[in-house]
Every structure is written in structure tokens, then in C-alpha cells.
């Protein structure tokens, strides 16, 4: 079964990851969200992402977008 998660391109799916994690540490949302943060490394890994690219994406596309 595919999640939602596969059919968005890497920025969005970076944009996800970090922020869904630091919403995390920061008491924003549950743990129960790590759920989610699986569903985006499964779906990571399937186009032969890792979590350290899903950072870098994130740093050089989506945070940006921010200032």
C-alpha cells in the first residue's frame, strides 16, 4: 500500500520530514507522529533518499522560502 507521502516530489516530502520533527522535539505534536516520520522515510528510501538529503533538500529548497 502507498501513502500520500510517495506522490509528493522531495521538497515537500523534505518540508514534511523536518518540519513534522521539529514539531516533535518541541512538544507540538505527539510521539504518535513518528508514525508519520516512517511513512516519509519509507517512501524516502523507495526513491533512494536519505534522511541526511532530506535535510540538505530541505536546507537549500524550503528554507528559503522562510526568510
Known amino acids: 500500500m502507498s501513502s500520500l507521502y510517495e506522490q509528493l516530489p522531495d521538497d515537500l516530502l523534505a518540508g514534511f520530514y523536518v518540519e513534522i520533527r521539529k514539531n516533535i522535539k518541541k512538544g507540538i505534536l505527539s510521539e504518535t507522529m513518528y ?33
Open 35 to 67: 508514525h508519520e516520520i516512517a511513512l516519509i522515510k519509507e517512501a524516502a528510501e523507495k526513491r533512494g533518499v536519505s534522511e541526511r538529503e532530506l535535510y540538505e533538500i530541505y536546507q537549500k529548497q524550503i528554507k528559503p522560502l522562510y526568510k
